[in-house]
């Protein structure tokens, strides 16, 4: 029997062939978007997780410097707290240095204090700390406590007279204050009084008056 066709001479199509026509028309449908849309929706997406990714780096830099900054200052506690023992001893050597003079017998003794002293400095200097030097420099009140204030010839008002008991830095921060004696200005004299001058009596009547007789 002849094949059937649609139109004279024109086979008709198979239903596989029309089942995949109608997929294709709709997927034709699918595909049909505006492109521009979509790349700002992507772009838009891109964006957020870029600003997700910014925050989220900035807060572990944030955590990173806090644990160091803890880390050093529970570091800096533990050597005040060392330290702080350690000061009253070259305290002691200081004294002993000033109060010591060098006649022949002591002179020995004086210099191994001072070597005691320089080891001690030595050592403490290994940890950060250095002496603050604070004769002749201004009072300043993060680094100085002023015990009293004096008249002094040579030191200007307002500067370090003598240093009672040494103040220490330990790097940038302030291990213990100097114990100072500042300069004052000197109070201010009292002006000389001038010297009373003499009254000249006036004259009186029947004086005969200067270069003239008197009348007889």
Same mark, same amino acid.
């Given at each position: 029997m002849a094949d059937e066709t649609k139109e004279a001479g024109e086979p008709l199509p198979a239903d596989d062939e029309i089942v995949l026509a109608e997929d294709g028309a709709e997927a034709a449908d699918e595909v049909v978007e505006d492109p521009a849309a979509k790349v700002t929706e992507l772009e838009a997406r891109l964006a957020t997780e870029h600003d997700r990714l910014l925050r989220t780096a900035a807060d572990l830099d944030n955590l990173r410097k806090r644990m160091r900054r803890d880390l050093e200052d529970h570091r800096a506690r533990g050597r005040v707290e060392v330290l702080?023992? =350690?000061l009253p001893a070259i305290d002691s050597l200081d004294l002993a240095l000033s109060a010591t003079k060098p006649?022949?017998?002591a002179e020995s003794i004086l210099r191994g204090v001072e070597i005691v002293r320089r080891q001690f400095l030595g050592a403490m200097e290994k940890f950060g700390v250095k002496p603050i030097e604070s004769v002749g420099a201004a009072f300043d009140p993060n680094l100085h406590e002023? =015990?009293?204030q004096v008249e002094h010839d040579t030191v200007p008002p307002g500067h370090v007279v003598q240093d009672l008991r040494k103040g220490y830095m330990l790097g940038d921060r =302030? =291990?213990?204050a100097a114990? %100072?004696? %500042?300069? $004052?200005? $000197?109070?201010a004299t009292p002006e000389a009084a001038p010297a009373p001058q003499e009254e000249i009596p006036a004259p009186q009547e029947g004086d005969a008056a200067d270069g003239e007789e008197p009348h007889a």
């Amino acid at each position: 029997m002849a094949d059937e066709t649609k139109e004279a001479g024109e086979p008709l199509p198979a239903d596989d062939e029309i089942v995949l026509a109608e997929d294709g028309a709709e997927a034709a449908d699918e595909v049909v978007e505006d492109p521009a849309a979509k790349v700002t929706e992507l772009e838009a997406r891109l964006a957020t997780e870029h600003d997700r990714l910014l925050r989220t780096a900035a807060d572990l830099d944030n955590l990173r410097k806090r644990m160091r900054r803890d880390l050093e200052d529970h570091r800096a506690r533990g050597r005040v707290e060392v330290l702080h023992e =350690l000061l009253p001893a070259i305290d002691s050597l200081d004294l002993a240095l000033s109060a010591t003079k060098p006649d022949g017998q002591a002179e020995s003794i004086l210099r191994g204090v001072e070597i005691v002293r320089r080891q001690f400095l030595g050592a403490m200097e290994k940890f950060g700390v250095k002496p603050i030097e604070s004769v002749g420099a201004a009072f300043d009140p993060n680094l100085h406590e002023a =015990l009293t204030q004096v008249e002094h010839d040579t030191v200007p008002p307002g500067h370090v007279v003598q240093d009672l008991r040494k103040g220490y830095m330990l790097g940038d921060r =302030l =291990l213990r204050a100097a114990m %100072v004696i %500042v300069a $004052k200005p $000197k109070a201010a004299t009292p002006e000389a009084a001038p010297a009373p001058q003499e009254e000249i009596p006036a004259p009186q009547e029947g004086d005969a008056a200067d270069g003239e007789e008197p009348h007889a």
